[in-house]
């Protein structure tokens, strides 16, 4: 499965950025983290847990 981490500090950026991307991109599952280091450590627990 491919899994996509948005990040970006502001909420309802990532918010639509995601809608936008899962309308184009079915069967992906997307993660949002809030900063770089929430998305490293959200990505490296997403790849841990398959």
Sequence with gaps: ???IV???????YRTGLRVIL??????VEFLEAADLDV???V????S???
């Design 22 to 27: 899962q309308a184009a991109l079915p069967g």
């Design 43 to 46: 990505g490296f627990q997403a």
């Design 39 to 41: 998305s490293t450590a």
């Design 6 to 12: 948005v990040a970006d500090e502001h909420a309802i």
């Design 48 to 50: 841990v847990a398959e």
């Design 1 to 3: 499965m491919v899994r």
